[in-house]
């Protein structure tokens, strides 16, 4: 299994497997708007022999009354549902903070699953101020700081790329 950058032969199964692990078009739909409409973007596969089983897409958001920090969203991550549960996601995301950390952003948030995503080091963004512009519940809105203490006093909320609210 390789975790690698998309290309444009990938585009067809990026959709496929973000449709089947959701059972709806919607975050397939949002995968493509945010593709073509957010720069930059960090889109990973997983690649197993030339099969796409995974997908993992990384895009700006901003914090009300801090544009100096470089904040990414991790939204969203498919897996395969026949390969779920056997550590795709868990390379993705592995492979998607290194490349956040490679170029320079501060920190992540995720809107996910509680039990899955601390294991990375993500905490509720409540903890430092942060809430998000949607009705979401506290334990599943993370954060994870990638530069020593970034998010330290920088209380606001979270906005997503428009893209997010078209789909």
Same mark, same amino acid.
């Given at each position: 299994?390789?975790? !690698?950058?998309?290309?444009?032969?990938?585009?067809?199964?990026?959709?496929?497997?973000?449709?089947?692990?959701? !059972?709806?078009?919607?975050?397939?739909?949002?995968?493509?708007?945010?593709?073509?409409?957010?720069?930059?973007?960090?889109?990973?596969? @997983?690649?197993?022999?030339?099969?796409?089983?995974?997908?993992?897409?990384?895009?700006?958001?901003?914090?009300?009354?801090?544009?100096?920090?470089?904040?990414?969203?991790?939204?969203?991550?498919?897996? @395969?549902? @026949?390969?779920?549960?056997?550590?795709?996601?868990?390379?993705?995301?592995?492979?998607?903070?290194?490349?956040?950390?490679?170029?320079?952003?501060?920190?992540?948030?995720?809107?996910?699953?509680?039990?899955?995503?601390?294991?990375?080091?993500?905490?509720?963004?409540?903890?430092?101020?942060?809430?998000?512009?949607?009705?979401?519940?506290?334990?599943?809105?993370?954060?994870?700081?990638?530069?020593?203490?970034?998010?330290?006093?920088?209380?606001?909320?979270?906005?997503?790329?428009?893209?997010?609210?078209?789909?």
């Amino acid at each position: 299994m390789q975790i !690698r950058l998309e290309n444009p032969a990938d585009v067809v199964a990026i959709h496929t497997i973000n449709e089947a692990a959701f !059972r709806t078009r919607a975050e397939a739909d949002l995968v493509d708007a945010i593709r073509g409409q957010a720069v930059p973007i960090i889109s990973l596969v @997983a690649d197993d022999d030339g099969s796409i089983a995974g997908h993992i897409l990384f895009s700006p958001v901003s914090l009300t009354g801090h544009d100096e920090l470089k904040i990414m969203g991790l939204a969203p991550m498919a897996v @395969a549902p @026949a390969q779920q549960r056997g550590g795709i996601g868990s390379a993705l995301v592995r492979e998607g903070l290194a490349h956040c950390r490679a170029l320079g952003y501060d920190a992540v948030v995720v809107l996910g699953h509680p039990e899955f995503y601390p294991r990375f080091g993500f905490v509720p963004a409540s903890r430092f101020g942060i809430n998000s512009e949607y009705d979401v519940p506290d334990e599943a809105f993370m954060a994870l700081e990638l530069e020593g203490s970034v998010l330290e006093g920088k209380t606001g909320t979270i906005r997503y790329h428009p893209a997010f609210a078209d789909c």
